[in-house]
């Protein structure tokens, strides 16, 4: 009853802005954190930041703090990630994610293991290049 899915990505230039929407299937956004993850090519997926469902808490990871700001629309159930200052490192497929039991906070925050996490949108190719 649960999915998720990323919109806009694409391709940007070294120091432009993109923001990526995660739209939400079966999910409250007051009870369910969202979180961003991604995966560049050769390396590991990370958490990338992550919106809490009780109190709005938001999670970055260090590469991207100050330069991304994740927010949420309740009555759209989506979850944006704005994307600023972009990085050729910035490269990747970005994923959005959620579960029943395990916070993806926990997971951005690096306490848990992205595998324990159930719901996942597809995927959306982020190419930071000139």
């Known amino acids: 009853r649960c999915s998720c899915r990323r919109l806009g990505g694409g391709l940007v230039q070294p120091g432009g802005s993109l923001r990526l929407s995660c739209a939400t299937s079966g999910f409250s956004l007051y009870h369910f954190s969202i979180g961003w993850f991604r995966q560049a090519p050769g390396k590991e997926r990370e958490g990338v930041s992550c919106?809490?469902?009780?109190?709005?808490?938001?999670v970055y990871a260090n590469s991207v703090k100050g330069r991304f700001t994740i927010s949420r629309d309740y009555a759209k159930r989506t979850v944006y990630l704005q994307m600023n200052s972009l990085k050729p490192e910035d490269t990747a497929v970005y994923y959005c994610a959620t579960d029943f039991e395990t916070s993806p906070c926990t997971v951005v925050s690096g306490a848990a293991s992205y595998y324990r996490l159930d719901y996942w949108g597809k995927g959306t190719l982020v190419t930071v290049s000139s």
């Open positions: 919106i809490s469902s009780s109190d709005g808490r938001t």
